[in-house]
């Protein structure tokens, strides 16, 4: 496609995706607040609630789904905020390359630096609320497709209001509504599976809404920042 | 009929074909309206499960369908908006907004105030309509936070206008997740789909409520629509004419 420029789509994707990736291994304080939070708040609410065995993994999937949609509507500023005020996010709707695919390089990473550790951390939460080895990674594997899911919808968000100021608050107000089947169907098919139910249609549900946000994301959240940054 | 639409673009003649419809609107809305709270509330026979109480339907189901009605009408003006760059779309969708968010609000109050004798509680989250409501209303609030915290007037326009398509590309998903997930609570008891054939003397009433209100709705959003056209085009010769007092 543009071959004039000497690059390929590929290789403008893998740049903007490297680039983004070592920006938030530059300032670890950014991935790891939120997911110091994460942890904090799901293991203060044992305290609040009655925390005998049979409460806790009733209660457990939903507390941990919610949190993960907190912790992550906390780190959606990071994703064009940063290059916004910098003047890097001009230069990137600049480029020759499509807008749509260097959006969803940005996506992928964000979801590398917010998504995976949130993943990767969640065993110990499952493990606080009384969790089965067994029902941890029916949570993994929701997480998984939630978590990317959660990323794409975000991302609408995250580039409707990049010309405001402190809009940590509406970007939450903007795409919870949106969030609400990921969270309804993460939190319910590990609470299904507890229950020795099925719980793969769940699974099937997630990757496709994971599809479903992947085909219309990137290209909402680009032409959203084109208008933004006029 | 293409030129009429091109002139419907057209801020001006907009204005005056607005102006000229908005009584006709009204009045036969509120005859409508009245003729069928009349009738509903004194003439149709009262429900032999739930007393007179079902009345409430009168107010609950237009409110109901106006407020789903609505948010289509705001998505097909955000589509018609961001493809042809037709400026009216801009102004209804501003119009229709926080009248959808009212209706969708008082759809949810009168749904809540029947549950109360019917099911026993003011909410229920056991029931999907209920409840997808409710996400209704969070996404006309969220469209209206987005709204009023972009003063660059062309950028509001645009981008509000993305987010009521994504908002209602996702509103069959956000319905379907929802029932899915009460279809695993107990279903209500009281109240249940598809009951006993609706006497067409509880009918009529009904559909005259539904027409009347929707052709009060419409006067309201013209009212609202014109104002928002003659505050964008507060520049032009025309409408300082009319604010200046002349007639058109």
């Given at each position: 496609?543009?071959?004039?420029?000497?690059?390929?789509?590929?290789?403008?994707?893998?740049?903007?995706?490297?680039?983004?990736?070592?920006?938030?291994i530059?300032?670890?304080?950014?991935?790891?607040?939120?997911?110091i939070?994460?942890?904090?708040?799901t293991?203060?609410?044992?305290?609040?609630?009655?925390?005998?065995?049979?409460?806790?993994?009733?209660?457990?999937?939903g507390?941990i789904?919610?949190?993960?949609?907190?912790?992550?509507?906390?780190?959606?500023?990071?994703?064009?905020?940063?290059?916004?005020?910098?003047?890097?996010?001009d230069?990137?709707?600049?480029?020759?390359?499509?807008?749509?695919?260097?959006?969803?390089?940005?996506?992928?990473?964000?979801?590398?630096?917010?998504?995976?550790?949130?993943?990767?951390?969640?065993p110990?939460?499952?493990?606080?609320?009384?969790?089965?080895?067994?029902?941890?990674?029916?949570?993994?594997?929701?997480?998984?497709?939630?978590?990317?899911?959660?990323?794409?919808?975000?991302?609408?968000?995250?580039?409707?209001?990049?010309?405001?100021?402190?809009?940590?608050?509406?970007?939450?107000?903007?795409?919870?509504?949106i969030?609400?089947p990921?969270?309804?169907?993460?939190?319910?098919?590990?609470?299904?599976?507890?229950?020795?139910?099925?719980?793969?249609?769940?699974?099937?549900?997630?990757?496709?809404?994971?599809?479903?946000?992947?085909?219309f994301?990137?290209?909402?959240?680009?032409?959203?920042?084109?208008?933004?940054?006029? | 009929?293409?030129?009429?639409?091109?002139?419907?673009?057209?801020?001006?003649?907009?204005?005056?074909?607005?102006?000229?419809?908005?009584?006709?609107?009204?009045?036969?809305?509120?005859?409508?309206?009245?003729?069928?709270?009349?009738?509903?509330?004194?003439?149709?026979?009262?429900?032999?499960?739930?007393?007179?109480?079902?009345?409430?339907?009168?107010?609950?189901?237009?409110?109901?369908?106006?407020?789903m009605?609505?948010?289509?009408?705001?998505?097909?003006?955000?589509?018609?908006?961001?493809?042809?760059?037709?400026?009216?779309?801009?102004?209804?969708?501003?119009?229709?907004?926080?009248?959808?968010?009212?209706?969708?609000?008082?759809?949810?109050?009168?749904?809540?105030?029947?549950?109360?004798?019917?099911?026993?509680?003011?909410?229920?989250?056991?029931?999907?309509?209920?409840?997808?409501?409710?996400?209704?209303?969070?996404?006309?609030?969220?469209?209206?936070?987005?709204?009023?915290?972009?003063?660059?007037?062309?950028?509001?326009?645009?981008?509000?206008?993305?987010?009521?398509?994504?908002?209602?590309?996702?509103?069959?998903?956000?319905?379907?997740?929802?029932?899915?997930w009460?279809?695993?609570?107990?279903?209500?008891?009281?109240?249940?789909?598809?009951?006993?054939?609706?006497d067409?003397?509880?009918?009529?009433?009904?559909?005259?409520m539904?027409?009347?209100?929707?052709?009060?709705?419409?006067?309201?959003?013209?009212?609202?629509?014109?104002?928002?056209?003659?505050?964008?085009?507060?520049?032009?010769?025309?409408?300082?004419?009319?604010?200046?007092?002349?007639?058109?």
């Open positions: 496609m543009n071959k004039s420029n000497n690059t390929s789509l590929l290789s403008g994707f893998n740049a903007m995706f490297r680039r983004d990736c070592l920006q938030y530059k300032n670890p304080s950014q991935l790891l607040n939120p997911l939070f994460f942890v904090m708040i293991a203060a609410f044992p305290f609040a609630v009655d925390s005998s065995k049979l409460q806790l993994t009733q209660i457990g999937p507390i789904w919610i949190m993960a949609i907190l912790s992550y509507l906390l780190t959606l500023q990071h994703l064009y905020l940063d290059d916004a005020d910098d003047g890097c996010l230069y990137i709707i600049l480029s020759p390359q499509p807008l749509p695919l260097l959006v969803l390089a940005k996506i992928c990473a964000h979801w590398i630096s917010s998504g995976l550790p949130l993943i990767i951390i969640s110990i939460i499952g493990i606080i609320y009384q969790m089965q080895v067994d029902t941890i990674l029916v949570m993994i594997a929701t997480l998984f497709f939630g978590t990317f899911a959660l990323s794409l919808i975000g991302s609408i968000g995250a580039s409707l209001t990049i010309s405001i100021n402190n809009s940590n608050i509406l970007v939450s107000l903007l795409v919870l509504p969030m609400i990921i969270l309804i169907f993460g939190a319910r098919t590990i609470g299904l599976y507890q229950a020795g139910t099925t719980t793969i249609s769940g699974l099937y549900f997630m990757s496709a809404y994971c599809m479903f946000a992947l085909s994301s990137p290209f909402a959240s680009a032409a959203a920042l084109k208008i933004g940054s006029e | 009929m293409w030129t009429f639409l091109h002139k419907m673009a057209s801020p001006r003649y907009f204005y005056s074909i607005a102006t000229s419809l908005i009584p006709w609107f009204l009045v036969s809305g509120l005859i409508l309206m009245v003729a069928g709270l009349i009738n509903g509330l004194f003439y149709a026979p009262p429900d032999y499960q739930q007393g007179d109480a079902f009345r409430i339907i009168y107010v609950h189901v237009p409110s109901a369908y106006i407020s009605m609505a948010y289509s009408l705001m998505a097909f003006a955000a589509f018609v908006a961001l493809i042809w760059r037709i400026k009216i779309a801009h102004a209804v969708i501003v119009g229709a907004a926080p009248l959808g968010a009212w209706f969708t609000f008082l759809a949810l109050l009168t749904g809540s105030i029947w549950g109360r004798p019917m099911w026993g509680t003011w909410w229920e989250w056991g029931d999907p309509r209920l409840t997808s409501e409710l996400l209704m209303l969070f996404l006309y609030l969220g469209y209206m936070a987005l709204r009023a915290s972009l003063p660059n007037l062309a950028q509001a326009d645009k981008l509000s206008a993305i987010l009521i398509l994504i908002g209602a590309i996702n509103i069959p998903i956000i319905h379907f997740s929802v029932e899915w009460t279809s695993l609570h107990q279903g209500p008891t009281l109240l249940k789909a598809g009951g006993p054939a609706i067409s003397l509880m009918l009529y009433p009904l559909l005259a539904i027409i009347g209100t929707t052709l009060y709705f419409g006067s309201l959003l013209l009212v609202r629509t014109k104002a928002e056209v003659l505050n964008r085009e507060k520049n032009s010769r025309w409408a300082k004419k009319m604010l200046s007092g002349d007639q058109l």
